[in-house]
C-alpha cells in the first residue's frame, strides 16, 4: 500500500512539473510584450529589389 502512494504523489509530482514547463514553453513562445509606446524606433527597412543576374548562389 505504501508503493502505490509513493507511486501517486511521483505520479501528480510529474504531471504537475510537465504543466509548468509546458505553461512556460507557450508563454515564451509568444515572445516578449512590446510595449505601448516605442519612442525612437523607426519603421520597418525596404526589402532590396530582386537581382537581374542568374547566379543565385548566396556563398559566391
Partial sequence: MT???GFR???VTVAI???A???TQV???DGPAAPATTA???GPTATPS???STDTNPWD
Fill in 3 to 5: 508503493l502505490t502512494a
Fill in 17 to 19: 512539473a510537465g504543466a
Fill in 21 to 23: 514547463v509546458l505553461g
Fill in 27 to 29: 508563454a515564451q513562445a
Fill in 40 to 42: 525612437g524606433v523607426t
Fill in 50 to 52: 530582386p537581382s537581374t
Fill in 9 to 11: 504523489t511521483a505520479l
